[in-house]
Structure formats: structure tokens, C-alpha cells
Nanobody
Framework: QVQLVESGGGLVQPGGSLRLSCAASLSDFSSYALAWYRRAPGMQREQVARITTSEVTNYGGSVLDRFTITRDNAENMVYLQMNSLKPEDTAVYYC???????????WGQGTQVSVSS
């Protein structure tokens, strides 16, 4: 059974940092494009960052220059380094994977990030 399992969420003060991790039980992991999404209370889900199979990255405007997405194909992991966190970054963060061969999609269960003093 395919699983994406996020970890690393928690409570942090404004200006702080967190690193989210996503462990993927996917065969042929390197053929998946990956992304992090988030959903804040009362808001629609939005894409935060994505990374292609060739490690080209793209970021939402609100996190540009603060967040960094990386992948480790040897370990089947994707990471989201979040710096200079703001209260408006508070949300449930989800890991997402889509196969560039079959176009099947997978979601993690989410991890809560709360930014508050």
C-alpha cells in the first residue's frame, strides 16, 4: 500500500523555522513529481512548493525566499525547510506525489504547523 507520511510539524514562534519531512513508500520514487500543499482554517488548499523529477522547483508567492523544497531519491524523502515563519503560515501541510509515468496521485495525511507567540 502506498503511503506518504509527513512529520516535523509543531508549534513555533514567529520568525522561527521548521523542517517538514515526507517519507514515501513508492517504487520508482525518482519518477514522481512532488509537492507540498497546505490548508489554513477556513481557506482552500494551496500549493506551497513543488519539485520536478529533474529537481526544478517552484514556490507560491507567499513563501518565496522563505521555504525550500528538496528531495532525496535514495531515501524516498521530500523535505520542506521553512524559515522566517509567520502566523499566516499556520496550516495543515500535506505531502503530494504524482507519477510522471501513470499520473496516479497520492496524498499524505497532513501535519499541523502552528506559528504563534
Amino acid at each position: 500500500q502506498v503511503q506518504l507520511v509527513e512529520s516535523g510539524g509543531g508549534l513555533v514562534q514567529p520568525g522561527g523555522s521548521l523542517r517538514l519531512s515526507c517519507a514515501a513508500s513508492l517504487s520508482d520514487f525518482s519518477s514522481y513529481a512532488l509537492a507540498w500543499y497546505r490548508r489554513a482554517p477556513g481557506m482552500q488548499r494551496e500549493q506551497v512548493a513543488r519539485i520536478t523529477t529533474s529537481e526544478v522547483t517552484n514556490y507560491g508567492g507567499s513563501v518565496l525566499d522563505r521555504f525550500t523544497i528538496t528531495r532525496d531519491n535514495a531515501e524516498n524523502m521530500v523535505y520542506l525547510q521553512m524559515n522566517s515563519l509567520k502566523p499566516e503560515d499556520t496550516a495543515v501541510y500535506y505531502c503530494y506525489a504524482i507519477s510522471t509515468i501513470t499520473w496516479r496521485e497520492y496524498w499524505g495525511q497532513g501535519t499541523q504547523v502552528s506559528v504563534s507567540s
